[in-house]
């Protein structure tokens, strides 16, 4: 009766560090595994930027798109966005989804990430406030979006991604931005939305210098 | 079971504790760089994508 028991005990300390183990796992072995895809695809990404432009330019999914900045998040916070968003490009970083705007167009650039796992891109996205900068760097440009808005949305609400949110038959005029993440924090029972408007665009190098001078 | 497990290892203290954290190493990578892995997607728990579920009933991508 005895061994039963203190069997029983051993088995069940075991199975919590297990577990603990696994919370390690997902809170930051995951994110061991994006800062390696990250400084891989940023690498790729900038030797890309600086070559000679190509006129049939279009970005693979899986590689690097842009560069996104967000000033509120700290000097040093910024992502390669991914194209794509299946499971493995997401777990490399933000994503953005094919088909809906570019960087800079008219229409909606919706990018999409993790909130607490694989590196966590979007886990600070609740504390945005209407007018926070995200800039989002590309080839020749620095675009300037402007927060305009933050809904909490059912997972299946697609209508956020429309080039006019909500709107699925009318036309876009508007260069935005939506960023979405999941909500509550660990768990998968909402999104969250952030959406923003084009400010400004600014030729990058004029912007890194900006960024450098102040 | 710990005792159990001691009792059937070979050698004297010294190896037996060798032994013994050599075995543990091998099933904490076994777990972490494996089963982890595989058993991730599984209890997602950190979907950031807006999507209708699959008709088939497939785990959303995110």
């Known amino acids: 009766m005895r061994t039963v028991i203190r069997g029983m005990g051993e088995l069940c300390i075991t199975a919590g560090l297990i577990v603990m183990l696994f919370v390690t796992y997902e809170l930051w072995g995951t994110g061991r595994y994006t800062q390696g895809a990250q400084d891989r695809l940023g690498d790729e990404m900038l030797k890309n930027w600086r070559a000679p432009k190509v006129t049939t330019e279009r970005v693979k999914l899986g590689k690097g798109l842009a560069m996104i900045r967000i000033p509120r998040f700290g000097k040093d916070y910024h992502f390669v966005v991914i194209e794509g968003v299946s499971r493995s490009d997401l777990r490399k970083g933000p994503g953005h989804y094919p088909g809906t705007a570019l960087p800079g167009q008219i229409g909606n650039f919706v990018v999409s990430g993790h909130r607490t796992t694989y590196s966590a891109p979007f886990n600070r996205l609740g504390e945005l406030d209407r007018g926070d900068k995200i800039l989002i760097d590309t080839r020749d440009e620095q675009y300037v979006y402007k927060v305009t808005d933050r809904r909490i949305v059912k997972p299946s609400e697609t209508a956020v991604t429309l080039p006019v949110p909500f709107h699925a038959k009318r036309r876009p005029t508007e260069r935005m931005i939506t960023l979405t993440t999941c909500h509550p924090k660990y768990s998968a029972a909402k999104r969250m939305i952030i959406f923003g408007e084009l400010a400004e665009a600014l030729p990058r190098a004029a912007a890194a210098q900006q960024a450098a001078g102040k | ?62």
């Open chain 2, 1 to 62: 079971m710990y005792v159990w497990i001691w009792h059937r290892l070979p050698g004297t203290w010294q190896t037996k504790t060798a032994t013994a954290l050599g075995l543990f190493a091998a099933i904490a990578a076994i777990l972490w760089y494996v089963v982890f892995p595989w058993v991730e997607p599984k209890v997602q728990f950190d979907h950031g994508v807006v999507d209708r579920p699959a008709p088939s009933g497939s785990a959303t991508p995110g």
